[in-house]
């Protein structure tokens, strides 16, 4: 019942940028945190950025802070993250996840989010 679509990957050069999408359908989304992550080939998921209701702000990991921005459209049930100065090291198959915003502080943990999208591959070079 419960789907997230991401979209807008793809290639770009290093020093570019892209927007990613993540469509959310059959859950209650103004009541998750949605998260985004990443995973590189042999790497474990690493946490990307999360949009937490309490506050309403996306909150980043320290690798992407100044870089890339996080929004979010309740009505339209979607997130957003845009990713400028992109690197090399960026390269990877990005994620969303939703998480039942009820706990006193946002995860950055990808085992603690219940539902997640099937991935979008973003590649840059140099």
């Known amino acids: 019942q419960v789907q997230l679509v991401e979209s807008g990957g793809g290639w770009v050069q290093a020093g570019g940028s892209l927007r990613l999408s993540c469509a959310a359908s059959?859950?209650?989304?103004?009541?998750?945190?949605m998260g985004w992550f990443r995973q590189a080939p042999g790497k474990e998921r690493e946490f990307v950025a999360v949009?937490?209701?309490?506050?309403?702000?996306?909150y980043f990991a320290d690798s992407v802070k100044g870089r890339f921005i996080g929004s979010r459209d309740n009505a339209k049930k979607t997130v957003y993250l845009q990713m400028n100065g992109l690197k090399p090291e960026d390269t990877a198959v990005y994620y969303c996840?939703?998480?039942?915003?009820?706990?006193?502080?946002?995860?950055?943990?990808?085992?603690?989010?219940?539902?997640w999208g099937q991935g979008t591959q973003v590649t840059v070079s140099l």
């Open positions: 996840a939703a998480r039942y915003s009820s706990s006193a502080f946002y995860s950055a943990k990808a085992d603690e989010y219940e539902f």
């Open positions: 059959g859950l209650a989304f103004s009541l998750y945190d």
């Open positions: 949009h937490w209701r309490p506050t309403g702000m996306t």
